[in-house]
């Protein structure tokens, strides 16, 4: 079974990457650019059968490891 988490930051938390890639794609001409976030995305194998049970294991991951929950936000796939 595959899943795709993606992890953003949250809204309020500062993003000096985002900012630089908004700087660079204005510096490119691309002037239509309002903001730009960063973020992260893991595309991962699992050997689940069952969705539920990958889902949670994948909660799990992003909660210890994948993601910090502090100041990041994540969405879980199953594709």
Known sequence: MKA???V???NGVL??????IEGALGGLGFDSIAAVRQGKVFDV???H???GAA???LEQMCEKL??????ENF????V
């Open 66 to 71: 994948l993601a910090n929950t502090v100041i």
């Open 8 to 10: 953003t930051l949250k």
């Open 55 to 57: 889902k949670a294991d």
């Open 15 to 20: 993003d000096p990457q985002g900012k630089a």
């Open 45 to 47: 194998e699992l050997a």
């Open 75 to 78: 969405a879980i796939e199953i």
């Open 49 to 51: 059968t069952d969705a």
């Open 4 to 6: 795709r988490v993606t």
